[in-house]
């Protein structure tokens, strides 16, 4: 049994076990909206979990009895003995880790991606009304904390990317003669927001990585090739020399073999 079916077998033993005690503990009010979330965090159908669980119901104290007419299988009863030994507190602790890698492993993926589309409309919004203002932060802003629990990705503020993007007058910082192409709505350049250190790693940060000072303006090319592009070394290098500085004002503090690592 692979892990993942392994954690939902768990999780669904605990909702069988537990029911209404399961469902507040991990932060739902009901039991659909427990079965979607886990499922969706989980990254697996809905049923799952809810057939795993009519199976454990058998055997569990569950008012609901699920399969009472079937026998459980041999798997589900090796699994039961093995999780009823476990108290209530060992495994709320335990699914909620389960829950809480997931999540970061979303993150993770999710924010591997070029800036997403809607943060770049958003910046685009920005720009096209004009209200970008050249910024550089001279003290370090402190990071923002992540509101939801099922916020995924770090509140990024599209203000400050624009003017992070008229900080560099609409040029590509990798080259400035990089060719790009004019904005039919305002006749500026077209360049793309991109955090130098990835916001992923504002945990490993006490200080704000959406501040201008670590925003580079770059060509829709150069801005694919730095998250998709074999061998960005050079790239970067030339991004980290001409903004090491700045982030060192802004508090962030970080080597070039650092940032280089956190882009392998
Ligand atoms: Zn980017
Ligand atoms: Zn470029």
Request: hydrophobic letters at 35%.
């Amino acid at each position: 049994m692979d892990k993942i079916n392994r954690e939902l077998s768990l999780i669904a033993y605990y909702l069988s076990e537990y029911n209404e005690s399961a469902i507040s503990a991990l932060g739902y009010r009901t039991c659909s909206e427990a079965m979607r979330g886990i499922s969706v965090r989980l990254g697996k159908p809905n049923n799952y979990l809810k057939l795993r669980r009519d199976e454990f119901d058998v055997l569990t104290n569950s008012s609901r009895r699920g399969w009472a007419n079937r026998p459980p299988t041999k798997e589900v009863v090796v699994l039961f003995d093995e999780f009823s030994l476990k108290s209530f507190e060992e495994l709320t602790a335990h699914i909620r880790s389960i829950l809480q890698n997931a999540d970061e492993a979303y993150k993770n993926k999710v924010a591997d991606a070029v800036e997403d589309k809607e943060y770049i409309e958003a910046v685009n919004k920005v720009t096209e009304s004009d209200s970008g203002t050249k910024v550089l932060r001279d003290k370090p802003v402190a990071a923002k904390k992540v509101q939801s629990r099922t916020a995924h990705v770090y509140a990024r503020d599209p203000v400050v990317a624009a003017n992070a993007l008229c900080n560099a007058d609409y040029k590509c910082e990798v080259c400035a003669e990089h060719e790009t192409f004019i904005r039919k709505s305002n006749g500026k350049p077209y360049t793309e927001p991109h955090h130098l250190v990835p916001v992923r790693y504002q945990s490993l940060f006490d200080v704000s990585l959406d501040v201008e000072n670590n925003i580079v303006s770059l060509c829709s090319n150069c801005h694919n090739r730095i998250h998709y592009g074999a061998d960005v070394s050079e790239l970067l290098h030339k991004l980290y020399d001409n903004r090491k500085d700045v982030l060192k004002k802004a508090g962030i503090e970080i080597s070039f073999s650092e940032l280089e690592q956190l882009y392998k």
